[in-house]
């Protein structure tokens, strides 16, 4: 009998400790645990133009036939440079879209808006292209190395076609490194629409004169 009820009380005391260890691993992971939401952006480059009303070159026509990123910087989270050897990408902080459609749209969007060209073949099927684009985007991170920035650069090629054979029209290298405030997510994304309106006015000065139509 007494045998009996030392196995008893040894079941009981194994009980316990399981129940104690169990609620003890809940307070270490299900209930103090937190995690940090995952946050979404877009890149926006300001269309508001102020100043004299113009209108675009008569029947100019643009089609975007190529627009790509490097492979570095492709993905949808955001990358940051630490050192000068080191790159790291954040989980918790990405792009809506990938980032080669987002800078496509606002690409287009600043040609339309700047009325550099009229129209935009990708959205009027009907219309022949008066002028091809081809873009890549070489860089695009946050410097965190020391003082932070938002860095952008753009190779931009435009040229026209008669019976397959091309003629270059305008091509250039648009760069930017922008001081933001802080290395918050946000703030990035301020730096990285600051740096895509620059780069559209700069695009808007350059083409000036540039595109003609026949």
């Known amino acids: 009998m007494n045998i009996e009820l030392i196995k008893l009380d040894s079941k009981r005391t194994r009980s316990y400790f399981l129940i104690g260890l169990l609620f003890s691993l809940?307070?270490?992971?299900?209930?103090?645990k937190t995690f940090a939401d995952k946050k979404y952006f877009l890149i926006e480059g300001d269309t508001v133009r102020a100043g004299e009303v113009k209108s675009a070159p008569k029947g100019s026509v643009l089609k975007i036939r190529r627009f790509s990123i490097s492979q570095k910087f492709e993905g949808k989270e955001f990358v940051y440079r630490k050192d000068n050897v080191n790159y790291e990408s954040d989980f918790y902080n990405s792009f809506f879209i990938s980032p080669s459609s987002n800078l496509r749209e606002e690409l287009v969007?600043?040609?339309?808006?700047?009325?550099?060209?009229?129209?935009?073949?990708?959205?009027?099927?009907?219309?022949?292209?008066t002028h091809f684009i081809e873009g890549t985007v070489s860089e695009l991170y946050g410097d965190f190395r020391s003082s932070p920035k938002a860095i952008l650069s753009l190779d931009l090629l435009i040229y026209t076609e008669n019976a397959g054979n091309p003629t270059i029209v305008f091509r250039k290298i648009y760069s930017r490194s922008l001081d933001i405030q802080t290395k918050e997510a946000g703030d990035l994304v301020s730096g990285w629409n600051q740096a895509m309106t620059q780069i559209l006015t700069d695009i808007e000065s350059d083409l000036k004169g540039k595109i003609e139509t026949k």
Not at 26 to 32: L, R, Y
Not at 110 to 128: C, M, P, V
């Open 26 to 32: 809940s307070g270490c992971f299900g209930v103090t």
């Open 109 to 129: 969007k600043g040609l339309l808006s700047r009325k550099i060209f009229e129209w935009d073949a990708g959205q009027n099927t009907r219309l022949e292209p």
